[in-house]
């Protein structure tokens, strides 16, 4: 007695199951993703964290009275010095007095070891005696923007400008 | 049908009572979301204190980098009384600064016992106090301040 073994294979079974240019479509398309998932994840976490990955070097210039209040404008006045490493694309200032703080957005562009005269809008008789000043760099990197917190200067006594 | 409208003007009456007076003035909720605020620190210490003086708990609080603070809410547990207070001027943008303070009289109310600062915050298209992010604080170093 015999038994008939039916082939089930088909005829065409020894053909490569993707081409040559299937293949090459395919690691095209895995890199593609890969590479897009790297750059928002990188890019979110740019944002998120904000940790500025250069040393800014801002700081308060040694021969002058780097920051004071004018009490006929009502201003505090300031001059800082960006360091050699990177542009920095404007500063985040909070002028903390006893009663109120003051916090604005300087968008003006400080070019590397460029000094910068600025101005802040205080009044003294509303927020009362100023008890710190903190000056933030933000900087530009792969066009996000970045606040260098951890890069901040501050300055506590500030005297009246002479 | 008169009873179904004297029914009706009292449930109405009761909502509008409770929401204009008793509700919270904001609506208390975990964000999920990095806040990442944080008390200032000014002289090396977080600064945050007691104002004999004036009877003010005082404090300066730091934004975080990610988004805007709308407001305050700061919640006052006291052995005689609590309070819940909402700053709403305490508003500022990433990494900005603000300055509060909270009426307290430890002579009237007690020993503190429990401060909690609570930040408000846009999710989704309404103010929310992200309880998540509470700073809290058990007792209070008296303030010292240089021109004082």
């Known amino acids: 007695m015999t038994t008939k073994v039916k082939n ?11 081409t040559a240019l299937m293949s090459l479509f395919l690691v095209a398309a895995f890199a593609a ?12 976490q740019a944002e998120e964290g904000s940790e500025c990955p250069l040393s800014v070097e801002l700081h308060f210039p040694k021969t002058a009275v780097p920051v004071c209040y004018d009490t006929t404008t009502k201003q505090v006045v300031f001059t800082i010095e960006n360091g050699i490493n990177i542009d920095v694309s404007g500063l985040v200032l909070n002028v ?21 005269n600025g101005r802040i809008d205080y009044d003294s008789k509303t927020a009362g005696p100023i008890r ?7 900087i530009i990197v792969n066009e996000n923007e970045l606040i260098c917190i951890a890069q901040a200067i501050t300055i506590g006594k500030v005297l009246p400008c002479v | 049908m008169a009873l179904s409208l004297v029914v009706v003007f009292l449930f109405v009456a009761s909502v509008y009572v409770y ?9 208390e909720q975990e964000c ?6 944080r008390i200032m620190t000014i002289d090396n210490k977080e600064d945050i204190c007691y104002d004999s003086k004036t009877k003010q708990i005082r404090f300066t609080i730091e934004n975080g980098l990610l988004q805007s603070l709308e407001s305050v809410y700061v919640k006052v547990q006291a052995e005689k009384a609590e309070k819940a207070i909402l ?12 300055v509060g303070d909270i009426p307290f009289d430890p002579d009237l109310e007690g020993k503190l016992l429990d401060l909690e600062l609570i930040p408000v915050v846009v999710i989704d298209e309404a ?9 809290r604080k058990q007792q209070l170093e008296p303030c010292k301040f240089y021109f004082y």
């Open chain 2, 32 to 37: 999920g979301a990095r806040i990442g605020w």
């Open chain 1, 33 to 44: 993703a890969v590479t897009s998932v790297v750059t928002n994840l990188a890019s979110a």
């Open chain 2, 127 to 135: 103010e929310a106090a992200c309880t998540d992010e509470a700073l």
């Open chain 1, 8 to 18: 089930h294979l088909p005829k065409n079974w020894k053909k490569k199951a993707i």
């Open chain 2, 87 to 98: 700053l709403a001027d305490a508003k500022t943008g990433r990494a900005g600064a603000v």
């Open chain 1, 96 to 116: 903390v007095g006893l009663e109120q703080a003051v916090s604005i957005e300087d968008n003006t562009v400080i070019k590397k070891i460029a000094t910068y």
């Open chain 2, 19 to 27: 929401a204009a007076y008793f509700s919270p003035p904001v609506e």
């Open chain 1, 132 to 138: 710190l000043i903190k000056m933030t760099p933000k």
